[in-house]
């Protein structure tokens, strides 16, 4: 951590741009739970620490006018995951957010620095990529809207420009009611980065079923598997050994402490059938 | 670089000038020394360092005391009143759940924002609570009964004045 480290907090986006701005080695701050030991560990090294906890509208969870939901940057896990709104119409979310960390870490750790960190291991983006959401991001240039579908670019790469800021994640009223199981595998129930992550998601508001398969810690980035998800809503759950070698195909996973390729490989098939044939 | 932070730690205020880059965890202990908040790991996996800021369980290791600013943090030397221990203290005590005691302060406050949330939990919805406290001489079957013991205690005394009044 550099001695000459400066904390600054504006009380806007717009100020917080303006400061990101005017410092090329700043670096936005939220929970902190990933950059703190990251800066701890000489791994990022920022001259300034933009605090953006102490802005008013990223710390809201507001519905949106298409019956979705916007979920501040800086809002909470922990708030996130009891949220009615969340529990209601995108529980998906939900089951993912429970699996990250342990519950103190949750009522530090955000949403937004959770993608923004974008380890290959997020649970939470996992449910993101599945239900559909946009992340909207401002700079000095304006304001944009990033689908969590090319947001995530390598372990710790993302599409976010420099200077940019996520102001909030906008799941869509269409991805609400998709019920479903995030199945993770760990060497401990808690505070430990999954080994392999499954979700699968149904919605039966619609003829055909709709279907929805993500995965984590099997790839660079989180993933989400086109190819079972249309099989499955082809054919419906008689598919869930087709979807869990569609899926198998679509995962890159590494050997690493916590497993190796072949065994990561092999579980990604598993939980997929598993949870294809739970949700029948 | 240096800034003046104000905040209420255990009720009172401090007023003091931090380096940006000291946690809340180093804060505690080398500024109020308040050594009752443990460092273990320092990267926010083994909870030893838990406090309540703003009422929130957090890893102090993983908040900055510049980030604590204008807060209210309850550190476990905060939990006693008039030199009486909290209910979780005493069934912490009353069930044998202290082997070292490195991670009892950081079990303790973990349980105390738990039973404000939830006064009547169950066994698992403990132990998922308690995931992010780890106690390296593995006593986690007597810290579960004590947070369990803990809840029913308060719950009678809260419902003490119904009986009473019924």
Redesign the interface.
Known sequence: MRSDLDYLVPSSVEEAVALRAASAGAAYLLGGTDLLPQMRAGRKAPGQLIDLKRIPPLREIRETADGGLSIGAAVVMADVEVHPAVLGRFPLLAECIRTVGAWPLRQRATLGGNVCNASPAADAAVALLALDAAFHVVSAEGRRSIPAGSFFRGPGQTALLPGELLTDLVLPGGAAGFRGRYLRLSRRKGMDLATVGVLVGKSSGTAPDRWRIGLAAVAPTPLRVAAAEERLEAKGAAAAEEAAALAVAACRPISDLRGSAEYRRDMVGVLVRRGVVELG | ?R?TITLEVNGASETEEV???M?LLRFLRDRLDLTGTKEGC????C?SC?VLLDG????SC???A??AGGGKVTTIEGLSKDGALHPIQEAFLAHASIQCGFCTPGMVV?AV??LRQNPDPSEEEIR??L????CRCTGYRQIVDAVRGAAAAMRAKAAAPLAVSA
């Open positions: 670089m800034k380096e940006v880059g946690t320092n990267e926010g996996e909870g838990m929130r369980p957090v890893n993983l908040v900055l510049v980030e973990t924002a738990l998922s609570a995931a992010g406290n780890l």
